[in-house]
């Protein structure tokens, strides 16, 4: 299926964060790079672009879209001071069948193009995503209403003042909307709004609900910071520890955000954090407090940045299998090296021989830990509805720059070997009963 994206507008409202509005940036991608990547994570890999003012702009920095992975072919419309309605019109020649129909700057969840794909539409219809919800990031006041009965939008404007959902700006249409739209213009109503009316007389506009995903008009300097607040927002998971949730990913957004404005990918900030935990493991290795001290700030800084590389392929909408697995081999090389310095800068001082079959407990329970994670969080996610502490990396690698910081080496792997053992059984058991 293709998108048509409108991106022919002034966009004033925006004037002093970029001349195209398109093409203003939000956290590492332009509006409607990130319209586009996130359309093609629903599946979309072929792009009618509307465009008119400063087009030829939008066309440079675009290209044919290859660079995104995907086709991208420009519809020029000379009359783009006119309303958003004769934009649409202008893709009649080049759209016949179904086609997504997406604004240049609205933020959205890919998975509302996922179920909306599967909708069934009629063939002289179209669908509207409608928000019946009003999310805390939306100016209601601004905002173009849409009035539903039985999933059949009976009216639409911005006001309406009996109303029950509000218009997204994503559609599934059929050229019918392009018939709808000339009979409105000829009427003297060149807007988009004018031509769902003119369907929705017909009783051929069909409402779909998306209250349950996201999504944000960005159109004014107010919006573009809700859209980032929100954006970081949905950088969360229901899987983060609490170390994570508390500590960590407060300050990785913060530092994820300077890396947005970097060439730096993903995997290069896996590497980072890797090597901060290597250097932090060579500080334990010596044994001394100082070294424990500095030892523990790399690790726990390691932490830190170990959150990055995944909020940073997240908000570039440039997340791969690879990617991830990358991360986690490499997190698995760090603890060991970690642990293994703990074990050793011990030994050097006390020549404790304890350490070592402590040592060798923490890190064969860390192993096991990390290795049950992604099922259990998977299954997790799916089938078990209760709510736990998680016990995972996060926590493990803060108790490791505590015990450097009491200088409680021993006491430290201790109590990782036990808690880490203790959660790989756990899991185990809750598990087994889950599917008794």
């Avoid at 700006?169 to 109503?189: K, Q, W």
């Avoid at 890396?259 to 290597?278: A, D, E, R, Y």
């Avoid at 040592?359 to 259990?376: E, H, P, Q, R, V």
Wanted: contains cysteine; positive net charge; aromatic residues 10%.
């Amino acid at each position: 299926m293709k998108a048509l994206i409108l991106a022919a507008g002034l966009g004033k409202r925006q004037k002093e964060n970029g001349d195209s509005k398109p093409l203003i940036p939000l956290l590492g991608l332009s509006f409607i790079e990130r319209v586009i990547l996130t359309a093609k994570k629903s599946g979309i890999k072929e792009f009618q672009i509307v465009i008119g003012y400063k087009g030829k702009r939008i066309q440079k920095y675009l290209g044919n879209g290859e660079k995104l992975g995907v086709n991208v072919d420009y519809i020029y419309n000379d009359e783009w001071r006119k309303g958003n309605g004769i934009s649409v019109l202008k893709a009649k020649d080049y759209i016949q069948k179904p086609f997504i129909l997406l604004m240049a700057d609205h933020l959205f969840d890919y998975k509302i193009l996922l179920a909306l794909q599967k909708q069934t539409i009629e063939d002289d219809g179209c669908i509207l995503c409608v928000d019946k919800d009003h999310h805390k990031y939306l100016d209601v006041d601004d905002a173009t209403k849409v009035l539903i009965e039985e999933s059949q939008i009976k009216d639409i404007g911005k006001q309406l003042d009996d109303y029950n959902g509000i218009d997204t700006g994503i559609f599934l249409c059929t050229p019918a909307i392009f018939d709808a739209l000339e009979v409105s213009i000829r009427n003297g109503n060149d807007s988009l709004s004018a031509g769902i009316k003119a369907l929705a007389k017909r009783h051929k506009m069909k409402a779909f609900d998306i209250s349950d995903k996201y999504w944000l008009d960005v159109d004014d300097n107010g919006a573009l910071k809700n859209a980032k607040s929100l954006l970081f927002e949905k950088l969360k998971k229901n899987t983060d520890g609490p170390v994570s949730r508390i500590l960590n990913r407060p300050i990785s957004s913060k530092i994820s955000e300077l890396l947005l404005k970097t060439n730096i990918t993903p995997n290069q900030i896996s590497l980072i954090s890797f090597i901060l935990g290597f250097f932090g493991a060579l500080f334990f290795y010596f044994g001394n407090y100082i070294y424990l001290v500095i030892g523990g700030l790399l690790v726990q800084l390691s932490s830190i940045i170990d959150g990055c590389d995944g909020e940073v392929a997240r908000l570039k909408l440039v997340e791969t299998e690879y990617g991830g697995w990358f991360d986690s081999v490499l997190d698995r090389y760090a603890d060991a090296i970690i642990i293994f310095g703990m074990i050793h800068g011990h030994w050097l001082l006390h020549n404790d021989i304890i350490i070592w079959t402590v040592g060798f407990i923490a890190l064969m329970g860390s192993f096991l830990n990390s290795y049950t994670a992604d099922k259990y969080d998977v299954i997790f996610r799916k089938r078990i509805k209760v709510n736990r502490m998680r016990m995972g990396r996060d926590v493990r690698l803060f108790l490791i720059f505590i015990g450097a910081l009491s200088n409680q080496i021993l006491i430290t792997l201790a109590i990782l070997a036990v808690i880490s053992n203790f959660e790989a059984i756990r899991r185990l058991v809750v598990l087994r009963f889950k599917y008794a």
